[in-house]
């Protein structure tokens, strides 16, 4: 079966581009079943998309790559598509992430042309978009329960507990459902950034965003400030939070207070749901690399929860029955 699709794509490749002659080299794993290949021939350089039609739908990422770029979001250039097959022909960005292209001299200006992209990409129309509501964001952070508390940390759960948790939950999703909304890209952080160029001023390329929705203001934001792996300093991510409460008119009825605890509150959304995707990704999909940023994600769940009155009780929690039983498992 994966023969069939590699010579099937090596012969739309063909057609495409025609040539017969072109290497193919597998770019880093992506948390999904699609696959990034660097296709070289004659001196140029594309990226191909592998997306089993089977497992994964190519058409969102076309019809959200066209929004962004009508917004002027810098995105990748559809070269060739095959949606029946699950195949594209894709802009090569390079590969200066984010990640790993910011340094103490440039971390600043990215930031902020990060937030100034992020601002662009909430102007965007959500006409077309599924809603990230609160059904959809208690389904996302039941996967705490189902992959982090059950398969990962195998924590028996008492009746008592599930009802503390099932009510923190829909604390959680009720406070964010009444953010203002706007066009989400869902994963926007340094994974998905890429540095275009080398000198100031730096233009931003955004990728992966085809699970785009229309939903809380503050969800992009989290994703870029409270990044899952890695950690800005304190006074950065003041900085980026303030820059962002200046830019964004959408917010200045808002303290910045108001936005910092607003943050809080769906990072922990984020950061459930995040905890139970990383261990899925290593029980279910045999990707272990994530689990070397479970810490960090935890991390990021107990600061928020320590911070407010009324999560006190999930802290409690938390502290006695689930942080002992995940450092006990901890390990890759």
């Known amino acids: ?14 057609i495409q581009i025609k040539q017969n002659t072109f290497t193919l080299k597998p770019l880093a794993g992506d948390a999904s079943f699609r696959r990034y290949l660097r296709l070289s021939y004659d001196n140029v350089t594309k990226i191909v998309m592998d997306a089993p039609p089977e497992k994964e739908n190519i058409e969102p990422f076309i019809k959200v ?6 917004q002027g979001v810098r995105t ?5 598509a095959d949606i029946t097959q699950g195949f594209l022909i894709l802009e090569d960005f390079g590969d200066h992430l984010l990640l790993n292209t ?9 930031y902020q042309c990060a937030i ?7 102007q965007c129309s959500t006409a077309s978009l599924p809603t990230f509501n609160k059904t959809h964001m208690l389904n996302e952070m039941a996967l705490f329960q189902e ?21 923190t ?4 999703a009720e406070r964010i459902e009444n953010q203002p909304q706007v066009f989400i890209h869902r994963d926007y952080h340094s994974r998905n950034l890429m540095v275009l160029g080398d000198q100031f001023p730096f233009k931003l390329g955004v990728i992966d965003f085809q699970d785009a929705m229309h939903g809380p203001i503050t969800y992009d934001l989290v994703s870029l400030i409270k990044d899952c792996y890695f950690k800005l300093s304190k006074t950065a991510y003041d900085q980026y939070l303030t820059f962002y409460h200046q830019q964004q008119p959408l917010i200045q009825e808002w303290t910045q207070a108001t936005l910092a605890k607003e943050v809080d509150i769906c990072g922990l959304q984020r950061h459930l749901k995040v905890l139970g995707i990383f261990c899925r990704l290593y029980l279910r999909d045999h990707k272990p690399n994530y689990l070397h940023d479970l810490p960090l994600v935890m991390d990021y769940t107990m600061s928020c929860l320590k911070k407010y009155a009324e999560f006190k009780p999930f802290l409690q929690f938390m502290e006695k029955r689930v942080l002992p039983q995940f450092m006990e498992t901890s390990h890759v």
Do not use: C, G
């Not at 910011?102 to 971390?107: E, F, L, S, V």
């Not at 992959?147 to 009510?167: G, H």
């Open 169 to 172: 939950l829909m604390m959680i």
């Open 147 to 167: 992959w982090f508390l059950d398969a990962y940390i195998e924590l028996p759960i008492t009746s008592t507990e599930k009802q503390l948790i099932n009510a």
């Open 1 to 14: 079966m994966i023969q069939k699709r590699e010579d099937a794509l090596h012969e739309w490749l063909r």
């Open 65 to 70: 790559n066209q929004t962004l770029q009508s």
């Open 102 to 110: 910011r340094n103490t001299k440039n971390q600043d200006s990215l």
């Open 76 to 80: 990748p250039t559809i070269h060739a």
């Open 116 to 122: 100034d992209t992020l601002i662009q990409i909430q």
